[in-house]
């Protein structure tokens, strides 16, 4: 709200009034509430004390205000009101989609989605369990409507399009009205690229997708529900439209996250049920009683659980994921690979196999680097669990030749990932260390990024690998000597190794064991060893006292007006 300065006697005398009231409401409301006013010729803001705009008001709107109650300088008070504005800005990015309006009950489930946090969220799903009991077609309906919503389709199902067989033909029809304009899209598309809350949005749509998968779960028992929605989520997923693609396909990959906690949690019943059994087993020998029928009731029916849903994973996995991993959006792609690499380390049983580690591996030489680096992530978390190394031998062997060229690809990022997983490879001697010279070659790179990780690599070639009769700082500093004698062709390239490996490196540290060989004069050492063992001995010291020994490393760059505010040292 802007107030100016107006000749009309009540125009003033309603200037007047509103001064006044935002006066008294700049002492009621709190610091952080944020709305702009101004005053004369300068701005300020409701979140600052109100004793600012008072002495404004008193001065006649004079601009120099020098003298604060608090005795602050000019300067603090400049840079007071500054802060004020960078949060009223960020707390208008920060604004809810819709109008900052909190969810209320009977809302659609798409406008819930975008303001809920997870409270009301499943505040939702208690009372869409009570509709499901009663009306399991109305409830599934509802469902079916956000979905098609959230792929931008305006359209309502209703019970007998639920009941209609036809899935597919619906979905065409649909999506063929969107397109064509018939009054069947949405203004909005909530995964839009240029959707501020496009995140928020996505975490909370992943969420409702989860608490719809249990809550019908738990009422049911059985998957024929889930099939429907199943169904639907792959006829969407197929259409040509990227923003059905998009929802139907985080659809698809949520409802299978969530199948395979259902399907873990069966698992974890069967085998209970299996101990049980045995246990009466072994007391009634004539396996007659009561209970062992029911423990073999409950044992085939955990069983048909577990192999029901894992059908509905298969469905939506040649439906919807070996589909969508190829798709031309390389938002899709990157989403479908961190999936798997997600569904391979929570179920192992079913997804650790080539048939499903092919999709990572085929990933590795996508032309997108975010997709690339989704790949070698899920392989970096897939090595860190010991017990995966086994199934994990037969894509080792076929797909470890690409991630060692990946630590040269055009991304640094992309060679970031690539050295964690040939770390991990190499600290449990998957492949072989002849396998990893070029890992050296980054040691000299212009990256800060590549340099640590090539530095945590050469630490696990050189450490972890060697033998216990080279774990003696001789013997390191020995194979540091050698590493800088192939690899370093000029005082730069010392510089780069030194600085690379100082954190990961307690040889370089070790100061008086360095003197110690320079000053014995060890036989075994050349010329050029000697020369290059004083090169990094003076960078070791350069280093220790603080020293950056590459430019540009701690070269630090004037901080800017908004850094300055935030920052007590700058003052």
């Not at 309906?141 to 959230?150: D, G, I, R």
């Not at 020995?478 to 490996?501: F, H, K």
Request: glycine share 4%; with cysteine; proline share 2%.
């Amino acid at each position: 709200m802007i107030i100016t300065e107006s000749t009309n006697p009540s125009v003033k005398r309603q200037a007047d009034a509103d001064d006044d009231a935002a006066i008294h409401a700049s002492r009621t409301l709190s610091f952080d509430f944020i709305a702009s006013f101004t005053f004369g010729s300068r701005d300020y803001t409701m979140g600052q004390p109100a004793r600012f705009m008072n002495e404004e008001l008193e001065e006649g709107g004079n601009d120099e205000v020098s003298n604060h109650e608090d005795g602050s300088s000019d300067e603090e008070y400049e840079r007071t009101i500054e802060a004020s504005k960078i949060r009223a800005r960020k707390a208008q990015r920060m604004k809810p989609s819709v109008y900052g309006k909190r969810p209320k009950e009977g809302d659609p489930l798409l406008d819930i989605v975008k303001v809920a946090n997870k409270s009301d969220l499943n505040s939702w799903g208690k009372s869409w369990n009570l509709r499901l009991s009663q009306d399991l077609a109305s409830a599934l309906a509802e469902v079916v409507t956000f979905l098609a919503k959230s792929c931008s389709c305006d359209v309502d199902f209703s019970k007998a399009d639920i009941d209609n067989e036809d899935v597919e033909g619906i979905v065409k029809e649909v999506v063929t009205g969107a397109i064509r304009g018939q009054g069947q899209a949405t203004s909005e598309d909530p995964f839009g690229k240029k959707n501020k809350q496009c995140r928020q949005f996505k975490i909370n749509y992943e969420l409702v997708w989860d608490i719809i998968v249990r809550e019908i779960y738990s009422k049911a028992q059985s998957t024929s529900a889930l099939l429907i929605l199943v169904k639907y989520a792959v006829a969407f997923s197929q259409c040509n439209v990227r923003p059905c693609r998009v929802g139907a396909t985080l659809a698809a990959l949520q409802l299978v996250t969530s199948f395979i906690s259902l399907a873990k949690q069966q698992q974890e019943t069967r085998e209970t049920v299996q101990r049980q059994l045995h246990a009466e087993e072994r007391r009634d020998q004539l396996r007659t009683s009561s209970r062992l029928q029911s423990l073999r009731t409950a044992l085939t029916n955990s069983h048909e659980a577990v192999l029901a849903l894992q059908s509905l994973m298969k469905q939506l996995i040649s439906g919807v994921f070996v589909h969508r991993y190829r798709d031309i959006d390389d938002m899709l792609r990157t989403e479908c690979i961190s999936s798997l690499g997600h569904w391979c380390g929570e179920y192992q049983t079913f997804f650790l196999k080539d048939t499903y580690l092919k999709y990572l591996g085929w990933s590795l030489n996508d032309k997108v680097a975010s997709v690339r680096i989704a790949a070698l992530t899920a392989l970096q978390k897939l090595y860190d669990m010991e017990q995966n190394h086994t199934p994990l031998d037969t894509f080792t062997t076929r797909f470890k030749t690409r991630i060692l060229e990946m630590t040269c690809d055009i991304c640094p990022a992309v060679g970031v990932k690539a050295l964690g997983v040939l770390t991990r490879l190499i600290r449990e001697e998957l492949v072989e260390v002849t396998d990893c010279d070029r890992g050296f070659l980054l040691l000299i790179d212009d990256s800060p990024q590549l340099r640590l990780a090539a530095a945590e690599l050469v630490t696990a070639l050189v450490y972890t690998s060697s033998s216990a009769d080279d774990e003696a700082p001789d013997s390191r500093l020995n194979c540091l000597l050698q590493l800088i004698s192939e690899y370093a062709e000029t005082e730069t390239d010392v510089s780069y190794i030194v600085d690379a490996l100082w954190e990961n490196n307690s040889t370089l540290k070790d100061w008086r064991n360095i003197l110690r060989v320079l000053l014995t004069g060890d036989e075994q050492l050349s010329e050029a060893d000697k020369t290059n063992l004083v090169f990094i001995f003076s960078r070791c010291v350069r280093k220790g006292t603080g020293e950056s020994l590459v430019p540009g490393m701690n070269d630090k760059k004037p901080l800017t007006k908004t850094q300055k505010v935030f920052v007590p040292s700058a003052k």
